[in-house]
Nanobody, 110 residues
Framework: QLQASGGGLVQAGGSLRLSCAAS?????MGWYRQAPGKQRELVAL???????NYANSVKGRFTISRDNAKSTVYLQMNSLKPEDTAVYYC?????????WGQGTLVTVSS
């Protein structure tokens, strides 16, 4: 099970930090987002080894990290833009098993 937190309303240029705690350690953890009328897309993911992958649209602005001891993944979002407005979903996977957390809404006002 995944428990996400940290969404909210912020002005453009501001920052937010999302957190997602898993009930156990999993190989990969990450964040997806879904804006109104759009498909869910990958934002960032991080493997247990520390290897990361980011969507081009967030590179240089967002940073994903994880605390393996706490089975928690974080997404630090800086220089937020109105187009970052979406419901953000935590995701974790181990082998072929994938898990989703509840979404957390991030709204960036212009």
């Amino acid at each position: 099970q995944l428990q996400a937190s940290g969404g909210g309303l912020v002005q453009a240029g501001g920052s937010l930090r999302l957190s997602c705690a898993a009930s156990r350690s999993l190989s990969g953890m990450g964040w997806y987002r879904q804006a109104p009328g759009k498909q869910r897309e990958l934002v960032a993911l991080i493997l247990r080894s520390g290897t990361t992958n980011y969507a081009n649209s967030v590179k240089g602005r967002f940073t994903i990290s994880r605390d393996n001891a706490k089975s928690t993944v974080y997404l630090q979002m800086n220089s937020l833009k109105p187009e970052d407005t979406a419901v953000y979903y935590c995701n974790a996977f181990e082998g072929i098993a994938a898990y989703w957390g509840q979404g957390t809404l991030v709204t960036v006002s212009s």
